[in-house]
């Protein structure tokens, strides 16, 4: 098995094509080399079912000249298969139009932060460990009820290299490991639980396993719901979505293209006061931490949102000249993108929050999320896994037949309360991929129609 003691094949190669491009002509140039091992554990009909075990390679190339810029990447890393990949990229660029505004790589080089807990060497062989994960996971669902679970593990672990024609020649390890999980009390009667870190120890199958059969018990009994606004808690499955949706609409590019709520919102108030989002990639084994972005520039805190005023987008070299500041740190080649949102936590407790509820909804998770309408933000999702309804403090049965619709200022302008734990959450439906850290949140007037399957 790899041991991934040393840079060095990583770096080299990236040298060499960086080396490769300039001699071909391009004038500025990028490279990100991904080494790793990866694992895919499939459980089903409560049993683990298939395991799959990859060594994976990938370059990903960035290149600039007379003011056109290229992204490519191959998974074929021969040496002359790669000068053929870079010469015949380099060729193609003639097609490109040149960017109205260009900004060469930063200049390196940079010192970049020291995050713990980002590696864990024991995912490098890990599959007896994913296995009894498994095991726990599943038992504890059928202990709350179950009458069946499936799911999946994933884990990855290995180093990334990134050297630019700005003096960047940096490499970094990290890991991840990911457990989800399905509980079925019967076929429509379901429930959802995630479990994500970037250690095999900071793994809580039991946890998920137990969220997972406890809603899907729950939800045996149910009823048709009535479209409307409802008072809601959000659940962190459905905030894994909100949230990474939440920082995203934060992006430069987005703002530019007139795709972003947040369009001419900088320094207004957006959201409520409960509401403080944070990109930290500096995070200690946070899920999604790293210490530089994809132009060599090391990762900060960014304050999207604080106490609801929006404070900063998110920028790379290109949309910060654009805006006639600085990078954020948040590159992304073609997109800034956040690496790790953090939802700040408040000071009650998840149950006290259903409690205060009193009468309304839980949400426990939000998928398929699609836009109406990028720039105003209205938005629609399904609503999955433990969609509750909420009479006197209690929950009284699973409401079924309504779709979340709503407008993403006015969701978060409506956030009133926010619990005080935050877990990482990273899951299969999360479709903007970014994991967030998210305490549960609760909203008013949160709008639902009926869903139309």
């Avoid at 990100?32 to 694992?39: N, P, Q």
């Avoid at 609409?249 to 900088?266: D, F, N, T």
């Avoid at 530089?292 to 920028?315: A, C, M, Q, S």
Wanted: aromatic share 8%; glycine share 8%; with cysteine.
């Amino acid at each position: 098995m790899v041991a991934f003691d040393s840079f060095e094949e990583g770096i080299d190669l990236s040298h060499k094509i960086v080396d490769m491009a300039v001699n071909n002509g391009a004038e500025d140039v990028a490279v990100i080399y991904k080494e790793e091992v990866g694992r895919h554990l499939r459980f089903s009909q409560s049993r683990a079912d298939v395991v799959n075990t990859w060594l994976y390679k990938k370059v990903a190339l960035c290149i600039g000249k007379d003011r056109r810029i290229l992204v490519a990447e191959t998974e074929n890393v021969q040496l002359e298969d790669l000068k053929k990949f870079v010469e015949e990229s380099i060729r193609s660029m003639k097609y490109l139009p040149p960017k109205p505004v260009y900004v060469p790589m930063p200049e390196g080089p940079f010192e970049y932060p020291v995050i713990p807990g980002l590696y864990d060497e024991k995912l490098l062989t890990a599959e007896d460990e994913l296995i009894d994960f498994a095991k726990i996971a599943i038992d504890s669902a059928l202990s709350e009820g179950a009458e069946r679970v499936a799911g999946a593990i994933r884990s990855r672990a290995g180093y990334s290299c990134l050297v630019t024609t700005g003096g960047v020649s940096v490499c970094a390890r990290d890991s991840q490991v990911n457990l989800e999980i399905r509980a079925f009390a019967n076929e429509e009667a379901t429930g959802h639980g995630v479990s994500c870190s970037r250690s095999l120890a900071g793994i809580d199958p039991r946890r998920a396993g137990i969220e997972a059969g406890r809603d899907a018990v729950l939800a045996k009994n149910h009823f048709k719901g009535d479209p409307g606004r409802y008072d809601v808690v959000f659940g962190r499955s459905a905030l894994g979505n909100l949230v990474g949706i939440f920082g995203h609409m934060a992006s430069a590019l987005y703002i530019l293209m007139q795709m972003s709520p947040y369009v001419e919102k900088l320094h207004q108030k957006i959201a409520s006061k409960k509401v403080t989002l944070i990109d930290d990639p500096l995070t200690p084994a946070g899920y999604g931490s790293r210490a530089f972005d994809d132009e060599g520039l090391p990762t900060r805190r960014n304050v999207i949102i604080e106490e609801g005023e929006l404070k900063t987008y998110l920028h790379n070299r290109l949309t910060a000249k654009t805006f006639n500041t600085t990078s954020t740190a948040n590159a992304g080649w073609i997109i800034p993108k956040p690496w790790y949102l953090v939802l700040k936590p408040g000071d009650i407790g998840d149950e006290e929050l259903i409690e205060e509820l009193r009468d309304g909804l839980i949400v426990k998770n939000a998928t398929y999320l699609r836009f109406q309408n990028y720039r105003t933000g209205d938005f629609s999702a399904v609503i999955r896994d433990g969609v509750f309804k909420v009479r006197s403090g209690e929950i009284i049965g699973e409401v079924r037949g309504l779709r979340l619709s709503d407008n993403m200022l006015n969701l978060l302008s409506n956030i009133y309360q926010v619990s005080r734990e935050t877990i990482p959450i990273f899951h299969w439906w999360m479709e903007w991929e970014v994991p967030v850290e998210t305490p549960m949140v609760a909203a008013h007037n949160v709008g639902f129609t009926a869903a139309t399957i």
